[in-house]
């Protein structure tokens, strides 16, 4: 039986690799399971999956968490410091899908603590890359990645070597306003940016989507994955989402992995790796699919994946700042605050206001993420009383 701990069970991506571990029960036991803030979702799966610990990150629930499951055994406890302590808990695995740079801290402390993580928190890796990929290489840790495209990198990477590979393509849906023209962009609500029209998903990532900052996320998430140089990861716009990304050798041999728009596909990947699971996910049918299209990204409407490659490149605490200022736009946005545009714009002005030094330590990036925080909140405040 392997150890799970599971970080953001209460998720999208929490509750699709609970439904892929109820399906292959015995292969598995849950040993942390945690949440941000719904005690009753979380004391409902600690129930059914009998986990040795439930933590509440809202340390005043805990009272709540405690009632909630009283007389099952189950350990609770509350807070950031308890989920840093939980994800140091022994386990074969840990599923970092915190949603935010809220995963960081436990994040960072699974792979000190040498833990196997599969990686669904791309936040995580984008504020703190550089200190989390030296974390996995000073404990022994893996990162398998949960997200789509770098779960399907990472598998055509099976097929070659990192030093032999020509070129990276990250593929993208082009979200929800691809074909949308830039007036009509400033009238979207926040009901219409989180419809995707292939993946279902968290809010937040989904306005992402939307913004294709996601695809820029994942520009820096790769980057630091699969370290080919800047130059050498490319994004394609391919609306169907059935070629999850594409590894092309030096020989020009592409290599890329295909499947259903289905989480639970490259969760089951990550879970199983380095074997395979039997998912209940649909066969990839491309009779039925018919056509496959591609084209090139429009960086003039979606100016959000060319300010992601600018802050990588540049390095240090930048992405750090321009993920915490996209994680305030995004929520202010989803709150009906701040328009569709807003969102990118506040992200631009928030790197043009402040030139974050060189992060030392997690200590560091922290400081920077909640700088950024409170320049980007109070930019969305000015909008607002504008
Ligand atoms: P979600 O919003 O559905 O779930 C987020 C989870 O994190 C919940 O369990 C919530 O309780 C917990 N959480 C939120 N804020 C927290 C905080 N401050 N402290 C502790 N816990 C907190 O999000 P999701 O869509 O499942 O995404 C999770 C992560 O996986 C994100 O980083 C996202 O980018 C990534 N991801 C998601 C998908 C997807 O299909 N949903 C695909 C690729 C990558
Ligand atoms: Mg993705």
Redo the contacts with the bound molecule.
């Keep these: 039986m392997r150890r799970l701990s599971l970080?953001?069970?209460?998720?999208?991506?929490?509750r699709s690799t609970l439904d892929l571990i109820r399906r292959d029960g015995d292969g598995w036991r849950v040993t942390v399971l945690?949440?941000?803030?719904?005690v009753a979702e979380l004391a409902k799966l600690a129930r059914e999956f009998r986990p040795d610990l439930a933590v509440i990150?809202d340390a005043a629930r805990h009272a709540e968490l405690k009632a909630a499951l009283a007389g099952t055994g189950i350990e609770t406890a509350a807070g950031a410091e308890a989920?840093v302590a939980a994800a140091r808990l022994p386990a074969d695995l840990v599923m970092a899908?915190?949603?935010?740079s809220?995963?960081l801290a436990p994040t960072m402390a699974a792979l000190e603590a040498g833990r196997d993580v599969a990686l669904?928190?791309?936040?995580a890796l984008v504020s703190a890359g550089d200190l989390m990929m030296a974390a996995a290489r000073r404990s022994g840790s893996t990162i398998l990645p949960?997200?789509?495209e770098h779960n399907a990198i990472f598998q055509c990477l099976a097929g070659g070597r990192v030093d032999q590979v020509r070129r990276i393509t990250l593929t993208a849906s082009g979200g929800p306003f691809r074909t949308l023209g830039a007036e009509a962009m400033a009238h979207v609500t926040p009901a219409q940016a989180v419809a995707h029209p292939n993946?279902?998903?968290?809010?937040?990532?989904s306005v992402?989507s939307a913004t294709m900052m996601?695809k820029g996320l994942e520009l820096i998430e790769a980057h630091h994955l699969f370290p080919v140089g800047l130059d050498r990861i490319g994004i394609l716009v391919h609306p169907q989402s059935v070629i999850h990304s594409m590894v092309e050798y030096v020989d020009c041999s592409t290599l890329a992995q295909l499947g259903s728009p289905d989480?639970r596909i490259p969760i089951a990947s990550a879970l199983a790796w380095p074997q395979r699971m039997a998912t209940p996910c649909a066969p990839l049918d491309l009779a039925a699919i018919g056509r496959l299209d591609f084209e090139a990204p429009d960086e003039t409407r979606f100016p959000a994946t060319a300010l992601c490659r600018a802050a990588i490149a540049e390095g240090g605490a930048r992405p750090a700042q321009l993920n915490a200022a996209n994680e305030v736009a995004v929520a202010a946005f989803l709150a009906g605050r701040i328009s569709f545009p807003a969102i990118v714009d506040t992200v631009r002005r928030v790197i043009d206001a402040e030139a974050p030094a060189a992060p030392a330590s997690l200590q560091d990036i922290f400081s920077v993420d909640a700088t950024s925080r409170r320049t980007a909140q109070h930019f969305v405040d000015q909008l607002i009383h504008a």
């Design positions: 970080f953001g069970a209460t998720g999208s991506v929490g945690t949440a941000n803030s719904d990150a989920l899908a915190i949603v935010g809220a995963g669904a928190n791309k936040e949960v997200d789509s993946w279902s998903m968290g809010a937040k990532i992402d996601n989480m």
